[in-house]
């Protein structure tokens, strides 16, 4: 089993009804996807790695050899307690924004060329929610638009949808028996754009009971879904747990760049999709009496339990925001 891998770049062409559906298909029943032929110049992928790679060789690993990941880990085998090592993630990780002037400056070129990529990915994340709405039956900009907390008029950048990059290596592990690079987990965010090694591998989702290798792809961008996603839709749109293996021998890159509502944003299904499932109860006799499979909630709030749920069960995380 492999995870979808899809030609972006039919959706210009005869095959853009196919291209939809299969997009679709990832969407629900994956959480993943891959897509090729994205539009984003490989030129500017292959600067991406090689400032990326460079950051994280002279800026960042000297730290993380003496960061707390390492030192727990030693910690565990001097205890022999046996097992994995709970609460901890063999990653080193650091977060670009637009209104965070904070980036790494040591490294030539990373700021020009990571604000260059930044730009690419944000407009395939635009893209890429109006082919949900699309598929979703919403009006176009749906999507986007709820997770804008003011979208006509924003008074504050708080109202604004909130566009991050998380820069990721996972340096070669002694003992990757005893850790995860990065513990299962869905993302709490909308849409999720992952550049991930093209060489080493280590990401793997889940598909229904089995973990299965998110196939490292030659400058493909990886597509996931997010909790936001999955409220919005309804229930249509799933978001897939994934997790990172940890690496004896290699450092594995990543790249996540993701498109989530502002804090301030409710957000809830659309009103369509209720609709759809009201009707269908309607046509079977049923009653609907679960026409909205998620609650209404401000996106600040889910993130408060988020922080504290990540690494369980999702599905209680939407009841307690519920209950909130």
């Known amino acids: 089993m492999v995870v979808p891998v899809i030609d972006f770049s039919n959706l210009n062409g005869q095959e853009r009804a196919a291209t939809m559906a299969q997009i679709h298909n990832g969407c629900q029943e994956w959480g993943f996807f891959q897509l090729v032929n994205h539009g984003i110049p490989e030129e500017l992928l292959e600067r991406v790695k090689k400032v990326s790679s460079e950051c994280f060789k002279h800026e960042r690993l000297l730290n993380f050899k003496k960061s707390k990941p390492v030192s727990l880990l030693n910690e565990h085998l001097e205890k022999r307690t046996g097992g994995k090592l709970d609460g901890v993630d063999w990653e080193d990780v650091f977060l670009l924004t637009d209104d965070n002037p904070d980036w790494p400056s040591n490294t030539p070129a990373f700021k020009e060329t990571m604000a260059e990529y930044r730009a690419?990915?944000?407009?395939?994340?635009?893209?890429?929610?109006?082919?949900?709405?699309?598929?979703?039956?919403?009006?176009?900009?749906?999507?986007?638009?709820?997770?804008?907390?003011?979208?006509?008029?924003?008074?504050?950048?708080?109202?604004?949808?909130?566009?991050?990059?998380?820069?990721?290596?996972?340096?070669?592990?002694?003992?990757?028996?005893?850790?995860?690079?990065?513990?299962?987990?869905?993302?709490?965010?909308?849409?999720?754009?992952?550049?991930?090694?093209?060489?080493?591998?280590?990401?793997?989702?889940?598909?229904?009971?089995?973990?299965?290798?998110?196939?490292?792809?030659?400058?493909?961008?990886?597509?996931?879904?997010?909790?936001?996603?999955?409220?919005?839709?309804?229930?249509?749109?799933?978001?897939?747990?994934?997790?990172?293996?940890?690496?004896?021998?290699?450092?594995?890159?990543?790249?996540?760049?993701?498109?989530?509502?502002?804090?301030?944003?409710?957000?809830s299904p659309g009103p369509q999709l209720m609709e759809a499932v009201e009707k269908a109860d309607v046509g079977t006799g049923s009653e609907a009496t679960d026409a909205n499979k998620y609650p209404k909630f401000v996106f600040g709030d889910y993130m408060s339990v988020y922080t504290e749920q990540k690494y369980l069960p999702k599905e209680p995380r939407f009841e307690a925001v519920k209950a909130m």
């Open 120 to 267: 690419e990915l944000k407009k395939l994340a635009d893209r890429m929610m109006e082919i949900m709405d699309e598929n979703l039956g919403l009006p176009k900009g749906y999507i986007k638009t709820a997770f804008n907390n003011n979208p006509t008029n924003p008074s504050s950048p708080s109202d604004s949808a909130f566009f991050g990059t998380k820069v990721s290596h996972y340096p070669p592990c002694p003992h990757p028996d005893l850790v995860w690079g990065l513990r299962a987990h869905t993302d709490a965010g909308g849409v999720i754009l992952l550049f991930q090694d093209d060489q080493v591998g280590g990401l793997q989702m889940l598909k229904g009971d089995e973990w299965i290798d998110v196939q490292p792809l030659a400058n493909a961008i990886v597509i996931n879904t997010g909790d936001q996603i999955e409220v919005l839709s309804n229930g249509r749109d799933k978001s897939a747990w994934h997790r990172v293996r940890a690496i004896p021998d290699k450092t594995r890159r990543s790249i996540a760049s993701f498109y989530n509502p502002s804090y301030k944003a409710t957000i």
